[in-house]
């Protein structure tokens, strides 16, 4: 929606990329405002979808790959960008990395980690891709008995009450909650973990990436499974019927 205020961050965002001087831009959505971002932030190459003339025209490489064709998967949407940038046989595969200094930050936020842990998400952008309490409620109840390690409720503060609610309730040391992290402290977090489980979203796809198995859960009539879940690891996706967001949604952690 445009108001002045989201005018205002977009070009104060386009400020803050010009800084970074990029090399390459890869606009993995077809919305024109992607490509207008890259060419006014002075990024030289800019890869996006051959989707409608203001895309053609500030885009300098093309993916013809349509993202709204479920039966294919986002990874294969998004190696099509790598193709535009250079032939897939000349390049590796993409791979996740975790430097020393985000680990160590890691430690040093919450030291009462430990090796063994497996993470809940309870927070992300759209709330139409939050559980109920109850269900989260029920989900840490089950982890605690076929489980025997901590327990990482991922929040910000929006949802830390009731992250902290579900901690009382527990009854258990075992429980942390984690709402302060960077997005690097984050990647170092799900390196390593025993278990994800959460929506479609960000940190999803970065414990898939790291090959750590998941759960993950579509609670909305927008999302495919097919097209969304994760890739090239251990996982199980459920889906409700419209949208249905029953309070006992069936986590199989037993």
Same mark, same amino acid.
């Given at each position: ?34 490509? /207008? ?35 294919? #998967?986002?990874?294969? /949407?998004?190696? %099509? ?7 897939? %046989? ?11 200094? /985000? ?11 430990? %090796? ?6 309870? *927070? ?16 840490? #109840? ?36 984690? *709402? ?24 999803? #796809? ?14 909305? *009539? ?11 690891? #251990? ?6 019927? *419209? ?12």
């Amino acid at each position: 929606k445009l108001t002045k205020k989201t005018i205002r961050s977009y070009f104060a965002l386009i400020f803050k990329v010009r800084t970074y001087k990029f090399d390459v831009f890869l606009g993995l959505w077809q919305n024109p405002r992607y490509a /207008w971002l890259a060419f006014l932030a002075g990024i030289k190459m800019r890869v996006g979808h051959a989707f409608g003339l203001i895309n053609r025209v500030l885009y300098t490489r093309f993916t013809s790959i349509n993202r709204l064709d479920f039966m294919s #998967h986002q990874v294969d /949407w998004n190696r %099509s960008f790598l193709q535009a940038l250079a032939p897939l %046989s000349d390049c590796a595969d993409p791979y996740l990395t975790v430097q020393k200094s /985000w680990s160590d930050s890691l430690i040093v936020k919450y030291p009462d980690l430990g %090796s063994d842990y497996c993470c809940v998400q309870m *927070d992300v952008s759209e709330s139409a891709r939050l559980l109920p309490l109850a269900s989260y409620l029920q989900i840490v #109840h089950t982890l605690q008995k076929v489980y025997s390690g901590k327990i990482v409720l991922i929040v910000t503060q929006k949802t830390k009450e009731n992250a902290q609610f579900i901690r009382e309730r527990a009854q258990s040391q075992r429980i942390l909650i984690m *709402d302060t992290l960077t997005i690097t402290e984050l990647t170092a977090l799900l390196e390593k973990c025993d278990l994800f489980i959460g929506p479609d979203s960000g940190p999803l #796809h970065i414990a898939a990436a790291f090959k750590r198995p998941c759960i993950d859960y579509f609670i909305n *009539d927008i999302q495919e499974p097919l097209h969304w879940s994760p890739w090239t690891t #251990h996982h199980v996706s459920l889906s409700s019927k *419209d949208g249905n967001k029953d309070p006992f949604f069936p986590i199989p952690l037993e």
